[in-house]
């Protein structure tokens, strides 16, 4: 079956440092994967994106992500944090062909002054 | 652009009664409606799949008599949650899609009393 792991549940970090959010999937084929973030009371919002083609793809308010088909990841970047980053995080992925979006459990960040 | 509103955006029913949230796509055609659940302080999980011109698929554990699903246009979807109780609290969501990308709408946070 797909599966999504975001190991941590909880990432706390410094105003200004940088930032790795990590994710695993579980799948046979090369899924579409996906970050979103949710802030606090909210839906979801599309951060970026991977369907093919380099494996580096850039996002909103200076994300990035890189997908590892040997490792099965797509890990979320970004350089330097901002208070405003304070959420919950999401990786999922769709499935080739299918309408599907499989949700990890989450990470909720914390930048800290 | 691709928008897709959720109504209402919140909503409290008292435990026992129904509750119908609706799901609207402006910009696009919504050939498939995916309806998912956010419990308190879990991820999403998958309710249900609308596809036009296809049954309507449920995920295990969730089934059309406490979730009928409604899609009668390429931009409508509605979802009643039937009989609620507490375990139905969280945040609804609804991603519609055409060939491409999935949208998703703001949600409908459900408090049950």
């Known amino acids: 079956a797909q599966s999504v792991t975001q190991p941590d549940a909880r990432v706390t970090v410094s105003e200004g440092a940088s930032l790795q959010l990590r994710c695993k999937y579980s799948?046979?084929?090369?899924?579409?994967l996906f970050w979103y973030v949710q802030y606090p009371r909210q839906g979801l919002q599309l951060l970026l994106k991977y369907y093919s083609g380099d494996p580096v793809v850039q996002g909103v308010n200076s994300f990035e992500a890189e997908f590892s088909k040997s490792n099965s990841s797509f890990h979320l970047q970004k350089a330097s944090v901002h208070w405003s980053d304070s959420a919950v995080y999401f990786c999922a992925l769709s499935m080739t062909g299918n309408y599907k979006y499989v949700f990890g459990a989450g990470t909720r960040l914390k930048v800290i002054a | 652009g691709a928008l897709v509103y959720q109504y209402p955006r919140r909503t409290i029913c008292k435990s026992g009664t129904s509750m119908r949230m609706e799901c609207q796509a402006v910009g696009f055609q919504a050939t498939s409606v995916a309806w998912y659940r956010q419990s308190p302080q879990k991820t999403f999980e998958l309710i249900a799949l609308s596809t036009v011109n296809s049954a309507i698929k449920y995920e295990q554990n969730f089934t059309q008599e406490k979730f009928p699903i409604s899609h009668p246009n390429l931009s409508f979807s509605s979802m009643t949650v039937l009989n609620a109780y507490l375990e139905d609290r969280g945040l609804y969501l609804c991603?519609?899609?055409?060939?491409?990308?999935?949208?998703f709408g703001p949600g409908t946070r459900l408090t049950v009393l």
């Open positions: 799948y046979s084929a090369t899924p579409y």
């Open positions: 991603g519609a899609r055409d060939r491409g990308e999935q949208y």
